[in-house]
C-alpha cells in the first residue's frame, strides 16, 4: 500500500494575501490622514478668503461710496472738488491694496474674481481725466464723473453680492470640493474599517488554527494529549462527572518492526478513525502518544464504562491493512471514574495508566 506523506496543515490564510492586505490598510490609513489634511487646509483657505473678502471689500466698498457722495456734492457744486479728489486718492490706494497686496492672496486666488477686480480698477484709473476736466469747471464733466462712479460702485455692489453671499457660484463651487472630498474622505474610511475588519477576522482564524493545531494530533487527527488535560480540566471546573479510559494497542510494536514505520503510521489513522466512528453517545477520543489513546465519556455509571469498553474492543475485532498483507490489534484497557475514584486529575490519568498497564501484562 502506498503511504502518502504527512504534509504539514497550512493556515486557513495565505501570508502573502495576509501581508498584502496589511499593505492595503497602511496606504488607506494614510491616504485617510492626506484627505483629512487636505479638507483641514480647504477649510482653513476658504476662512481666509471669506475673511479677506468681508474685510477689504467692506473697505473697498466704503471708499466708493463716500466717492459717489463727493462725486453727487462735486456734481451739484464745483467748489467741492478737493473733497472730492481727496476721496477718488483714497480709494485708488484701496484698490490698489486690494489687487498687489501679498495678504490678499488667498482671497484673489481664484482666476475670475482676480480678472474681474483688475477690470474694475482700470476702469476706475479711467475716470481720473474726467475728474481733471471737472477740476476746471466743466460742469459736464463733473456729471459725468459723478454717474461713472455711480455705476462703478453700483455694478461692484452687484458682483459681491452675487459672489461673495453663501448662495453664491463662487461659494457653492468651493462648497462642493469641500463636500467631494468629504464624500472621499468617508469612502476611505469604509475601506479602512472594512479592511481592518477583515484583517482582524484573518489573524482570529488565524489564531483559532493555531491554537487548534496545538491541541490536535498531526498524524491522526485526533486531539491531543494537551487537549485531554484542558478538557478534564474544564469538566472538572463546571463540576461534570466523567470516566476516562486509556487504551494501550497490543501488537503495534510487531508492524513497526516488520513493516516499517509508515505501515505503523497507517495502522494508527486506522484505529483512530474506528475509535472516532463508534455507536457511542456522549464521548471523545484522543490520542497520548505513541500507540495510546484515551476516550472520554460523560458517564460514571458501571454499564456504560462496560458498554464503552465493548464498543473499543469491537473496533480491533478486524484486521488491519497497514501493509498488503492483514495485521491484527488488539487493546489494554484501564479505566478511572471522576470523582468517584478521585477528584485530581494528574491522579485520574494516573490510575487509569495503572489499570492499563496491569491488564497489559495480565495478558
Known amino acids: 500500500m502506498k503511504v502518502q506523506p504527512n504534509v504539514p496543515k497550512q493556515g486557513p490564510f495565505s501570508s502573502r494575501s495576509k501581508t498584502l492586505l496589511l499593505i492595503f490598510a497602511s496606504t488607506l490609513l494614510v491616504a485617510n490622514i492626506v484627505l483629512l489634511q487636505e479638507t483641514r487646509a480647504l477649510t482653513k483657505t476658504y476662512s481666509d478668503q471669506q475673511n479677506q473678502a468681508t474685510w477689504f471689500l467692506f473697505h473697498l466698498s466704503k471708499e466708493l461710496s463716500e466717492l459717489v457722495g463727493e462725486a453727487r456734492r462735486l456734481n451739484e457744486s464745483i467748489n467741492n472738488f478737493d473733497s472730492a479728489e481727496l476721496q477718488y486718492e483714497l480709494a485708488w490706494s484701496r484698490f490698489d491694496l486690494l489687487i498687489h497686496n501679498k495678504e490678499v492672496d488667498s482671497f484673489l486666488s481664484r482666476e ?44 461692484m455692489i452687484d458682483y459681491v453680492t452675487q459672489h461673495f453671499r453663501v448662495a453664491s457660484p463662487l461659494y457653492k463651487q468651493q462648497q462642493k470640493q469641500a463636500y467631494d472630498l468629504l464624500q472621499a474622505q468617508y469612502l476611505l474610511l469604509g475601506i479602512f474599517v472594512i479592511t481592518v475588519a477583515l484583517l482582524t477576522y484573518f489573524y482570529k482564524q488565524e489564531s483559532k488554527f493555531h491554537k487548534e493545531l496545538a491541541l490536535s494530533d498531526s498524524l491522526t487527527d485526533l486531539a491531543n494529549r494537551s487537549a485531554l488535560f484542558i478538557d478534564l480540566q474544564n469538566k472538572q471546573e463546571s463540576g461534570t462527572t466523567f470516566s476516562l479510559l486509556l487504551l494501550d494497542l497490543n501488537g503495534f510494536k510487531n508492524i513497526n518492526d516488520t513493516l516499517g514505520h509508515q505501515a505503523g503510521d497507517i495502522a494508527l489513522t486506522e484505529v483512530a478513525e474506528r475509535l472516532k466512528h463508534m455507536a457511542l453517545d456522549n464521548f471523545k477520543v484522543y490520542r497520548m502518544g505513541g500507540d495510546e489513546f484515551a476516550v472520554v465519556i460523560n458517564s460514571t455509571v458501571k454499564q456504560d ?53 496491569k491488564m497489559k501484562f495480565q495478558r
Open 305 to 357: 464504562i462496560e458498554e464503552a469498553k465493548r464498543h473499543i474492543h469491537v473496533v480491533f475485532e478486524k484486521p488491519i491493512f497497514a501493509s498488503d498483507q492483514a495485521s491484527s490489534l488488539s487493546t489494554s484497557l484501564g479505566a478511572a471514574c471522576y470523582p468517584q475514584d478521585t477528584d485530581n486529575i494528574d491522579f485520574l490519568i494516573n490510575l487509569a495508566d495503572k489499570r492499563m498497564y
Open 112 to 155: 475670475e474674481v482676480r480678472v474681474y477686480f483688475i477690470s474694475l480698477f482700470d476702469r476706475f484709473q479711467q475716470l481720473e481725466p474726467i475728474l481733471v476736466e471737472a477740476k476746471t469747471g466743466n460742469s459736464v464733466a463733473a456729471s459725468q464723473f459723478y454717474r461713472a462712479t455711480q455705476n462703478l460702485y453700483m455694478e
